[in-house]
């Protein structure tokens, strides 16, 4: 059974910066396609950020340049590295395997 455990959401100011782990069961990361969607109050759920099992990364054209997602095959995690955070970034963070495995999210809100 595919279980996938987000962590690292929380408050932070505009600017600032948070990294989300994506911690894998049941799963070889590093086998997958592992991507961090979001969703916010209202709106769709939207790709964040993706890596294939072949280390090709693609974002989201709004967090291009600002957001770096990662992977530690060692730990069977995957990060999603969020700087010069906006509010508009705010949102229930998921991470997903092959866009069939979901975790539960994690909160992520960035105030003014």
């Known amino acids: 059974q595919v279980q996938l455990l987000e962590s690292g959401g929380g408050l932070v100011q505009a600017g600032g910066s948070r990294r989300l782990s994506c911690s894998g069961s049941?799963?070889?990361?590093?086998?997958?396609?592992m991507g961090w969607y979001r969703q916010a109050p209202g709106k769709q759920r939207e790709l964040v950020a993706r890596i294939t099992n072949g280390g090709n990364t693609n974002y989201a054209d709004s967090v291009k340049g600002r957001f770096t997602i990662s992977r530690d095959n060692d730990k069977n995690t995957v990060y999603l590295q969020m700087n010069s955070l906006k509010p508009e970034d705010t949102a229930v963070y998921y991470c997903?395997?092959?866009?069939?495995?979901w975790g539960q999210g994690t909160q992520v809100t960035v105030s003014l």
């Open positions: 049941g799963i070889i990361c590093s086998r997958n396609v």
């Open positions: 997903s395997a092959n866009t069939v495995s």
